[in-house]
Structure formats: C-alpha cells, structure tokens
C-alpha cells in the first residue's frame, strides 16, 4: 500500500486552499495599488482662495487660484498656496489610510502597526502567512 506525503500532510486539498489565500491577497494587493494609483484628492486654503490638487505619486497637479487672491500680496499668497498643498497632503495621507485599512480589513491592525506594537507574527497573518508553521519554507 503506497500513500503520497505532502509538506505538513496537507495533501492537495490544503495546498489549493493555500495558492487560493495567495491569488486573494495578490488581487488585494492589486486593487490596493490601482486605487492609490488613481487618487486624486484637493486641498483647499483656509481663505477658500486656492485649491491644489494631488495624484496617488503625491505630486501636485492642478492649481487653482480664485482671481481674489491676486489682490494679496506675495506673502499671504505664498501663505494661501502653502495651506492647500498641506491640506492637499493630508487628505491623499488618510484617503491611502483609508485604502490600506480596506486592504487589511480593518483599521485597528493599520493604527497598531503606526504605532509600532505590531508583532510581524500578526503582520503576515493579515496575508495568510504563519511565521509561527516549521514547514512554511517547504510549502513555498
């Protein structure tokens, strides 16, 4: 009588289950970087004088300046312009926050992990991967 061993005795059952769990988070991984690569968010002056759009590559796209702020003078301007790019920034920061959290289903793991008081135990077990499984290295 002959029987077939496989890695951990999983059998081809358990490593179909395994490449799924791997091809989900890819796709995860995917949607993830095409949102962020599609994000396009706007900063707008506390004076509502100057709007300042940025791309997912955080570079600043478009500039719109209302025909008001031309009576300021060089400095308020700069002021005004310098507000929307920073506003412009946080809101790209939280919208990928926002996208990261969807990814790794839930915010809690993302503020942990902001913090520093993630394991990388409970990092990769967002992606299906358990540091803590001797037989890991012969399954991959």
């Known amino acids: ?16 289950g395994i490449l799924r769990q791997a091809q989900e988070q890819q796709r995860r991984l995917a949607d993830f970087q095409r949102q962020r690569a599609e994000l396009r968010v706007v900063g707008e002056s506390p004076d509502g004088l100057v709007r300042v759009t940025v791309d997912g590559d955080m570079k600043v796209g478009d500039i719109e300046i209302d025909a008001r702020a031309m009576r300021l003078d060089s400095f308020s301007l700069a002021e005004s312009l310098q507000a929307a790019i920073d506003a412009a920034y ?11 959290e969807e990814m790794l289903g839930g915010a809690d793991l993302v503020r942990r992990a902001e913090a520093g008081k993630v394991t990388p135990e409970e990092w990769f077990q967002q992606f299906g991967v358990d540091l803590n499984d001797p037989l890991r290295r012969l399954r991959g």
């Not at 009588?1 to 179909?16: F, Q, R, V």
């Not at 946080?90 to 990261?100: K, P």
């Open 90 to 100: 946080d809101a790209h920061a939280e919208r990928q926050r926002e996208l990261l």
């Open 1 to 16: 009588m002959s029987t077939s061993w496989t890695p951990g005795g999983m059998g081809g059952a358990g490593l179909e």
